[in-house]
């Protein structure tokens, strides 16, 4: 399993496409089980935690740059001008 440092080093679009990875073996996984070979329960679990680390890191991404994105338009006059806030 990679490390959560690890993963937030990494950028929005390697993240997207380390859950589609993810979701990939979670899927092959699934076949093993459904054929019988018992090592996979362990293995999903494993999957399944770092496809939601990853996510949440996209998610806390999109949430902080709405985030920015509306601190940016309050500072904006009426004008469209960009009112420093003194940083």
Excluded: C, P
């Amino acid at each position: 399993m990679t490390d959560i440092n690890e993963l937030r080093e990494l950028g929005g679009e390697d993240l997207q496409q380390r859950v589609e990875d993810l979701d990939d073996q979670v899927f092959r996984l699934r076949i093993q089980k459904s054929m019988g070979q018992t090592d996979a329960a362990n293995k999903m679990r494993q999957l399944r935690q770092e496809r939601a680390q990853v996510k949440t890191l996209l998610r806390e991404r999109e949430l902080a740059k709405d985030e920015e994105d509306r601190r940016r338009k309050e500072a904006t006059n009426h004008r469209g001008v960009l009112i420093s806030d003194g940083e």
